[in-house]
């Protein structure tokens, strides 16, 4: 049974190793915005994108942070480049990189040439500094609907249709193509069709990208394996984040993320010193949770926002990514069900040797998020 103990913790380890070595020196990626206005007589792609990567000869598909790639040095270069340095970079060089992005015109391939290009100044080490990259298209479109193609190694990119109403918004990786973007816009689509549609942008920002909401779970999760107790606690944390996600993505609440971020790396604190200090819920713990609910419901607003909701199926697909959510929620439970509460819950050194243990890292990630959110 030892054996075995090791065995699940060495698991958790390898699991969460990306947030411990991650949260020391991350150097976070996010997904490329692209807003394409396709017409008859042509196309336009305006792209907000971590260009740098890309420069640098970073593959970006299944990567967290840059930090994990041999390119990572030239990328850091790069990075403290001026605006007026880095358009010429991007100019001499990023046409290169241009073959890979097309739009399929019936059978018929079409290439984007780079018309202008604008790059951010120099911030946040810690963070990607957005370039935007305006992309044409000068041959007509003959076609009804198009698909746009993204090159492999590029990472993910959030594609809203411009220019039209009910147009297509879609999530895609490295190497995928679109669905059919219709140039009229999405007249047919089906309010199941927009929820089914956002529930993997939901589920995403779980799994595997909110590392800030999985250690909040896990917080919750580490005071009790009993049911009830964690029951009470997911229940308010959803009902609070639900709120604060219909609000922020109504725009009736807009909290910058300035504010936003230090308090969830906060929330993330108190949850796990709460449990190093209590070993059982407390009256007013669910109330503390539905607080910090409400916190990072703005934070999957932020995201939501960015990606867009279509105007003409805007609830379904608000539900369908708030569904997407929950069942990343619950699949962080249950991966904690069966790989530790199922075979160590009920023993009397649990909470010891592995709850308090846990929280107390869970805490030490959550504190440092903190201080580089608001002082570095």
Not at 130 to 159: C, M, R
Not at 239 to 264: D, F, K, N, S, Y
Not at 288 to 312: R, T
Request: contains cysteine.
């Amino acid at each position: 049974m030892h054996s075995f103990l090791r065995s699940m913790i060495a698991f958790w380890v390898f699991l969460l190793s990306p947030v411990v070595t991650g949260f020391v020196t991350a150097h976070e990626l996010r997904p490329a915005v692209g807003d394409l206005t396709v017409t008859p007589q042509g196309a336009v792609l305006t792209l907000s994108m971590n260009i740098e990567a890309l420069l640098a000869g970073i593959d970006l598909d299944n990567l967290e942070n840059t930090d994990a790639s041999p390119g990572s040095g030239r990328y850091d270069r790069l990075r403290d480049l001026s605006p007026e340095t880095l358009q010429t970079q991007i100019k001499t060089f990023f046409p290169r990189l241009l073959p890979g992005i097309l739009l399929q015109d019936g059978n018929q391939l079409q290439r984007f040439t780079l018309s202008a290009v604008s790059v951010d100044a120099v911030g946040d080490p810690n963070l990607p500094r957005d370039s935007l990259l305006e992309l044409t298209i000068e041959e007509p479109i003959t076609s009804p609907s198009v698909l746009f193609h993204w090159p492999k190694g590029f990472g993910a990119l959030i594609l809203r249709q411009m220019g039209t109403d009910n147009g297509y918004t879609g999530y895609l990786g490295g190497g995928e193509k679109s669905d059919p973007i219709r140039l009229a816009g999405n007249v047919n689509q089906t309010a199941i069709s927009a929820l089914i549609q956002y529930i993997p942008v939901g589920f995403d920002h779980i799994l595997p990208k909110g590392l800030d909401h999985i250690l909040f779970v896990l917080g919750l999760y580490f005071l009790s394996v009993r049911f009830g107790v964690l029951l009470w606690q997911i229940s308010a944390f959803t009902v609070a984040h639900t709120v604060t996600l219909a609000l922020g993505a109504m725009g009736l609440v807009t909290v910058p993320a300035t504010i936003v971020e230090p308090l969830i790396a906060a929330s993330i604190v108190f949850v796990a010193v709460e449990n190093i200090a209590s070993p059982k819920l407390h009256a007013w713990r669910p109330a503390v949770v539905f607080g910090f609910g409400l916190l990072h419901g703005l934070g999957f607003a932020s995201v939501l926002g960015e990606f867009g909701l279509p105007q003409g199926q805007f609830i379904p697909a608000l539900i369908g990514f708030n569904i997407g959510v929950e069942l990343g929620q619950l699949t962080v439970i249950a991966i904690m069900i069966l790989t530790l509460g199922l075979w160590f819950g009920s023993q009397s050194w649990f909470r010891t040797r592995i709850a308090v243990p846990a929280s107390a890292l869970i805490g030490i990630i959550g504190a440092w998020w903190c201080v580089e959110r608001t002082l570095l």
